[in-house]
């Protein structure tokens, strides 16, 4: 079973670095997330990224006057990265190698936490995503805000309705312990894990953790220009 120990080994491929940092050079900010963030994040906020990956959303942040940003990333290789970027585009912040299910140790509450580009469904177990939230939510200050994004499989079942079907029936049979888990080799001979849930699901989740979410949609119905994005991603805005 893909566990974090994996999850480390996957982001601090170089292969995958490199892959991050090409959607840094490519993407910048996106559209969608630019909208999302500058609605409901204040520019004196004290905010958190987790998940920085190459550094694509907070260096954009930090270079928007966004003034007050912390980073962190489990992979070491990423933050590496990041700091690099950093240097290149001029601006400065802190930045930590850590997992989100460590944040305490930085004794801090945010006003925003953000975990975009999917990357809380790299968690691996439904166990460790809940755990991960309890933290999340612990490490804000009321009233704070927790923004980020997943794939969504009630939005893609038409098109992978097949593929779907046959992971529903390896899932009541027993042979998956959580449906929406895949595991893959991408880049070339990268393990790589990713949950893909429904809004049901994460709703499920956030209600157990007591967030309050006051925003959910596709970027699709956000974003005027999709080739600017990424991909097409559940955004989900929660409140403490």
């Given at each position: 079973?893909?566990?974090?120990?994996?999850?480390?080994?996957?982001?601090?491929?170089?292969?995958?670095?490199?892959?991050?940092?090409?959607?840094?050079?490519?993407?910048?900010?996106?559209?969608?997330?630019?909208?999302?963030?500058?609605?409901?994040?204040?520019?004196?906020?004290?905010?958190?990224?987790?998940?920085?990956?190459?550094?694509?959303?907070?260096?954009?942040?930090?270079?928007?006057?966004?003034?007050?940003?912390?980073?962190?990333?489990?992979?070491?290789?990423?933050?590496?990265?990041?700091?690099?970027?950093?240097?290149?585009?001029?601006?400065?912040?802190?930045?930590?190698?850590?997992?989100?299910?460590?944040?305490?140790?930085?004794?801090?509450?945010?006003?925003?936490?953000?975990?975009?580009?999917?990357?809380f469904c790299d968690i691996p177990q439904k166990s460790n995503r809940e755990k991960t939230l309890k933290v999340i939510y612990d490490c804000l200050k009321k009233g704070g805000l927790f923004i980020f994004t997943t794939q969504d499989r009630d939005n893609n079942i038409e098109n992978y309705k097949q593929f779907w079907e046959e992971e529903k029936e390896k899932y009541l049979s027993g042979k998956k312990k959580e449906l929406g888990d895949l595991e893959r080799i991408k880049f070339e001979n990268v393990k790589t894990y990713v949950n893909v849930p429904t809004k049901t699901e994460i709703f499920e989740l956030l209600n157990k953790v007591s967030f309050n979410i006051i925003f959910s949609d596709m970027t699709q119905r956000i974003s005027k220009d999709m080739k600017k994005e990424i991909g097409n991603f559940r955004y989900y805005v929660c409140t403490k």
């Open positions: 079973m893909f566990n974090y120990k994996d999850l480390k080994k996957e982001f601090n491929d170089n292969l995958v670095v490199n892959h991050y940092d090409a959607l840094f050079q490519k993407f910048q900010i996106t559209p969608s997330e630019q909208y999302i963030i500058n609605k409901f994040v204040h520019k004196n906020s004290k905010i958190l990224e987790i998940g920085c990956g190459t550094g694509r959303i907070c260096i954009n942040l930090a270079k928007d006057l966004y003034k007050n940003i912390i980073a962190i990333d489990i992979a070491k290789n990423m933050i590496k990265r990041t700091r690099k970027n950093m240097r290149e585009q001029n601006v400065l912040f802190p930045t930590y190698t850590m997992s989100a299910s460590r944040l305490k140790v930085l004794n801090m509450r945010f006003d925003a936490i953000l975990f975009m580009y999917n990357g």
